[in-house]
Every structure is written in C-alpha cells, then in structure tokens.
C-alpha cells in the first residue's frame, strides 16, 4: 500500500520522483484521466503511473520509507480528510497498485466509488443553489420591467395598447411556428407550412388586432383563414396531396395567436363609465375618499389580470408548501394542492376588490366569484395547452426573449383562453344590468385619447 502526498503549491521545495501538474477549473471537482511518466532510482526500472487529477495540485508518490515504488500502476482518489483540509496544508491520498495486496485493493476501491459520489454530488449541490439564487434574480428583475410595461400600456389604452398587442401577437405566432418546426423534425407525420404561410400567418394576426381596435369585430379571422388555406393550395400545387397537419397547424396558429388576443382589445375599449367610490377602502382607513370615474375596460382590464397574477402566486406558494398530489402529467410540477391554493387566490382577488374600490360594488359579490372561478379555469388550462405543446416539441421554452421566463409565449400563456371568458363575462354582465349591447365596443380610433 503506497501514499500520495499531495501538496496546493506549484513549486516543491524537494524534488520528487513521480510529480505532475493537474490543471483544471477549481469550481469542478470531476476527475479526469490523465498520464504521467517518470523515471525510477534505478536505471533499468521505469513507472508509467495513470491516475485521476483532482485540481491545480503537485504530486509526490513515495512509499513509507520515502522511496518510489518501481512498478504498477496506481490510482489517485480522495479521502475525506481531503475536503476538510484548506490552504496549504497537505492533503494525503490512497494509491491502489496492482502488487499490492488484494484486501487493500478492494477496500481501496469501495472508498474510490463512495468518496467520487460525494464530491460530485456536494459539487452539483453548490452549483444547483447558485444556478437557482442567480436565476431568481434574474427573473424577478425582468419581472418587475415587465410588470412595468404592463401598467403603461394597459392604462394608455386605445391605439398604443392595441399597438402593444399586436406586437405581442406577431412575437406569439413567431414562437408558435419555432414550436412546429421542432415538432415536425421529431415526428416526419407533421409538417411545417411554408415560410411565405408563416410570414403572411404573422401578418394577418397583425391585421385581426388592429382591426378590433378599428371596430372589424367579425370577417378579419374568417378571411385571413380563406387566404392562408388559398396559399397553400397554390404553393402545394405541384404536389399530389396537402397534409392535413399543415392545414390545421395554420388555422390553430391564427385563431391561438391572432384571434384569442384580439378580445383583449375589445375588453379595453369598453366605453361604458365605471365609478370607483372606494367605500370599503375609507371605511378601512376612516378615512372619505373621492369618487372616481373612468372607463370601464380600463376595470375590466385589470381585475382578471390580477385574478391571473394572484391565481399564480398562490399556486406556486401552495405548491411549495403543501403540494404533494401531482396534478397531470402534463406539467409534472403542479400539484392539487397548488391548483386549490391558485383558485382561492382568484376567488379572493375580485371580491375583495370589489369591496375596497367600490366597482362593480359590494352588492355584485356573486359576479365576482363566477369572474375569479371562470378566469383561473381559463387560465389553468391555457397553461396547460401550452405545456402539452412545449412537450410535443421537447422544448423547455418557447423562446429565449425574456431571460428567467423563456419566450413571450410561457408568459402570456394563462391570458390567451381567459381573453374570450372575460369578454363573455363583462359582455353579459353589462347585458343582466341594463346596459346596451351597441356600448360595448371599441373606441373610435385617434392617436389621443
């Protein structure tokens, strides 16, 4: 049985008969093979010994008398007293040689194996943790900017959210077709349409957004579905059939990306006056507050936004601390306790609002429950839609635009079913109160509002 004195400094006072230089990154403590030859005390004898290199380390191999052993072939590994040890304090290894005796060997080896897992494993552990604390940043920072963004566009209204929207669809069906393309170099069956349909596909859900902005609430789906599929017959024509995949994947990806958000833009333009008289908040501060009047899809707008947001956080809280019951293999990160913490949240949200501002008012305590249950279903499913997309095409995300959040289309996920549940909601909402249907839509267009 032979020792390594390992020494951390580059240069030795004494010089050692088997010596190497091991250069890799500090932060990995994987070993690598490696080769190191030297020459013996005797002329006629030469060790070529192969061994595993740890870190920046200089090696001594001597047996107990202080000589180097002539033949075999030995194995560098750590011990546990290694990574107790810092600084310059020597650092003793085993070497396992072939003449050495059998029980040694074995034992050696046993140690070799338990002590490689434990390093690895306390190595993967420290780089899990600072993946996860600088990826938390990174997260929340854009989070914040994008939540920003949000307030200023949503509360511009008009033609600058309706601007804001359509270059989230164009993102949206980018991402979607990036999606497709991956799915159909896994599966032969599914084809991709051709990049002029995915240009003009981008195109049409610019024109359907605008176009809600603009008062065309109903043809502009309709008519760009009639030209896409006019496209790809015409493009296909030299072929003998078209696949029914490239026929469906263009329609899902304008009804999913052009028409579904779309209805957020004609909940914002809402025209209908709302007045916030804020009772529950001046009776929470003792305080009178002043009325105040404004549109009501500014309203409309904000509260199943956070109806989604609050559905979220509380998902993922309840996630963290109760969840056990996977929900659906799907998503194997949500959990039944998560979707019933999500759902209180949403259920919560509306009706306490609807206490604190006053709008719709404290007596409409039912609609808001039926908004909080109706927009985090929508949402819930939305989200999982996607999921089952990204796994379709074995990617994590959609997308690299937003870094901590993958591509716009995980962000904007939850919000592209709820979009057509909240313009029912509100549409009949105004309808059960008396208000006229022909107030219920989009603004005049104008620059300045």
């Known amino acids: 049985m032979y020792a390594l004195r390992i020494e951390s400094h580059a240069i030795c006072n004494a010089t050692p008969r088997f010596s190497g230089v091991a250069r890799n ?3 990995v403590l994987r070993s690598t093979t490696r080769t190191a030859s030297a020459s013996a005390t005797s002329p006629s004898s030469s060790a070529s010994k192969s061994f595993k290199i740890l870190r920046h380390t200089v090696v001594k191999c001597t047996d107990a008398a202080g000589n180097m052993p002539s033949s075999g072939m030995g194995i560098l590994f750590h011990t ?16 396992r040689t072939a003449s050495g005796d059998a029980g040694h060997a074995s034992d050696a080896e046993g140690m070799e194996d338990d002590e490689d897992s434990d390093d690895e494993a306390e190595d993967e552990a420290e780089v899990i943790v600072k993946k996860k604390s600088s990826g938390f940043v990174t997260r929340a920072t854009f989070g914040l900017i994008l939540g920003a963004i949000g307030v200023l566009v949503v509360g511009a209204g008009g033609f600058w959210f309706a601007s804001a929207m359509s270059l989230v669809s164009y993102q949206l069906i980018s991402e979607y077709y990036v999606l497709v393309r991956s799915m159909s170099k896994l599966r032969g069956s599914l084809k991709a349409p051709p990049l002029p349909l995915r240009n003009t596909s981008a195109l049409c859900c610019l024109c359907i957004v605008f176009g809600t902005q603009f008062g065309i609430r109903t043809g502009l789906f309709e008519l760009s579905t009639f030209a896409l599929l006019c496209m790809l017959v015409v493009l296909r024509r030299e072929r003998k059939r078209i696949r029914f995949t490239q026929i469906s994947t263009l329609v899902f990806g304008l009804f999913y990306c052009g028409y579904l958000p779309s209805f957020w833009v004609r909940v914002r333009a809402i025209g209908v006056p709302a007045v916030m008289t804020f009772e529950g908040l001046s009776a929470l501060i003792s305080r009178s507050l002043p009325s105040v009047t404004v549109d009501a899809g500014l309203l409309c707008t904000v509260l199943p936004i956070l109806c989604i947001v609050a559905a979220d956080t509380f998902a993922y809280l309840g996630g963290r601390t109760f969840g ?16 019933m913490c999500g759902g209180v949240g949403a259920i919560v949200t509306p009706v306490l609002f609807s206490y604190l501002v006053g709008w719709p008012g404290s007596s409409h305590w039912v609609g808001a429950v039926i908004l909080g249950v109706m927009t985090f279903l929508s949402s819930v499913f939305g989200d999982l839609i996607e999921s089952s997309m990204k796994r379709e095409a074995d990617m994590k995300d959609s997308g690299t635009l937003i870094p901590g959040h993958g591509g716009l289309l995980d962000r904007f996920d939850s919000y592209l079913l709820t979009s057509v549940v909240v313009y029912f909601f509100w549409f009949w909402f105004y309808y059960v109160n008396g208000t006229p249907l022909a107030l219920l839509r989009p603004m005049s267009p104008s620059l300045v509002y």
Do not use: M
């Open 25 to 27: 990154r500090a932060t």
């Open 80 to 95: 546990r007293a290694n990574r107790r040890q810092a600084g310059g304090r020597r650092k003793h290894h085993v070497v």
């Open 324 to 339: 056990k019951t996977p929900l659906t293999a799907i998503s194997p990160n949500k959990t039944v306790e998560g979707l």
